[in-house]
């Protein structure tokens, strides 16, 4: 059957190997290492990106991501193909099948990602959806690691909109045994069904998810903050909502409340003075640019996953890892 990565929690089982290969990959890699150099699972193959919205780490983490695996990128801009004119989602998908060796797909709607999905077969990578951004999660997840020894031991908060990315930055916490706390303005919740998944993976993991309204009390001690626009793509007419994230800003008043080895995230692109200052997005406690980075790595990782399941394992034991 094919897999498809819709949302992290697509991933539980694997999620920890898939990471622990994508570090140890990206070490390799920057070493020289000749079998990682030369390790192409994706020889021949072309794997298409269709994008509804702009991009600017996805788009360019894929492509360049996909031709060190040895494949063939191809970015579709929806002003450029049939998509949402005179084609359905599901008779695209249908069509790029034939062609193609994975799909990654950025869109408004999460149920058009599932639509490609259930019509598609080869794997679907969901690129950012209005529900999900499973590839951030991978990321984010990979650059705490990097940074953290016993990652069991965190506790991560978010401040700010209960968006997208904070629900697979929740899923994937709740998947590694990391207690998450989140604050964010009331109207503004998370989605109740994600939030649902995650307490049942969060229970299996003995990890803890506490929401809150005070920015204060959800950083209190936290190894890690991180925010995202208060306003994301596709929301530009609800100019007003940005008065409701009052208080919800991270500077250096709000990270005085955290552990002294405090770390600061963002998916990017960042609104510099709304939800973050420049003081604290320029701090050397800022992984901001690791994160953009390993956007790359992670995205390997999950694509030699999906597509050539054989050949990542192989990896993952020449790599030594367990
Ligand atoms: N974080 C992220 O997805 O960035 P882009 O919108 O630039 O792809
Ligand atoms: N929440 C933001 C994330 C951008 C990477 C958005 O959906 O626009």
Same mark, same amino acid.
């Given at each position: 059957m094919v897999k498809h990565i819709l949302?992290?929690?697509?991933?539980?089982?694997?999620?920890?190997?898939?990471?622990?290969?994508?570090?140890?990959? /990206?070490?390799? *890699?920057?070493?020289?290492?000749?079998?990682?150099?030369?390790? $192409?699972? +994706?020889?021949?193959?072309?794997? #298409?990106?269709?994008?509804?919205?702009?991009?600017?780490r996805t788009r360019v983490s894929f492509e360049v991501g996909i031709n060190r695996l040895g494949g063939y990128p191809l970015t579709l801009l929806k002003n450029d193909i049939q998509l949402g004119k005179s084609e359905t989602v599901g008779d695209t998908s249908q069509v790029l099948s034939r062609f193609l060796g994975a799909m990654t797909y950025r869109c408004y709607a999460h149920a058009d990602v599932e639509e490609l999905a259930k019509h598609a077969?080869?794997?679907?990578?969901?690129?950012?959806?209005?529900k999900h951004?499973?590839?951030?999660?991978?990321?984010?997840?990979?650059?705490?690691?990097?940074?953290?020894?016993?990652?069991?031991?965190? /506790?991560?908060? *978010?401040?700010?909109?209960?968006?997208?990315?904070?629900?697979? $930055?929740? +899923?994937?916490?709740?998947?590694? #045994?990391?207690?998450?706390?989140?604050?964010?303005?009331?109207?503004?919740?998370?989605?109740?069904?994600?939030?649902?998944?995650?307490?049942?993976?969060?229970?299996?993991?003995?990890?803890?998810?506490?929401?809150?309204?005070?920015?204060?009390?959800?950083v209190s001690g936290a190894h890690v903050v991180y925010t995202d626009v208060f306003i994301s793509m596709g929301e530009e007419h609800m100019k007003d909502k940005i008065k409701s994230f009052d208080g919800f800003q991270v500077n250096e008043k709000l990270v005085s409340n955290m552990d002294e080895n405090w770390k600061f995230m963002h998916c990017l692109p960042a609104h510099r003075g709304d939800e973050?200052?420049?003081?604290?997005?320029?701090?050397?406690?800022?992984i901001v640019f690791d994160q953009a980075e390993n956007r790359m790595w992670a995205q390997m990782s999950l694509l030699a996953y999906l597509v050539s399941e054989g050949a990542w394992e192989a990896m993952f034991e020449f790599m030594g890892l367990d």
């Open positions: 949302a992290i929690d697509d991933v539980e089982e694997d999620f920890s190997k898939i990471l622990k290969w994508a570090i140890e990959f /990206k070490r390799l *890699w920057k070493e020289g290492d000749e079998v990682a150099m030369n390790f $192409l699972p +994706l020889d021949t193959l072309a794997i #298409g990106s269709i994008y509804e919205k702009p991009s600017t077969d080869v794997p679907v990578i969901n690129a950012l959806s209005d951004h499973p590839c951030q999660a991978a990321a984010d997840l990979m650059t705490i690691m990097e940074h953290f020894d016993d990652v069991s031991k965190l /506790k991560v908060a *978010w401040v700010g909109d209960g968006n997208n990315v904070l629900h697979d $930055l929740m +899923l994937a916490c709740a998947m590694l #045994g990391i207690d998450i706390h989140y604050a964010i303005p009331e109207g503004y919740e998370p989605s109740e069904e994600v939030v649902k998944r995650t307490k049942s993976l969060a229970a299996k993991n003995r990890s803890k998810v506490v929401v809150t309204n005070d920015p204060v009390e959800a973050v200052t420049d003081w604290v997005m320029d701090h050397d406690h800022s």
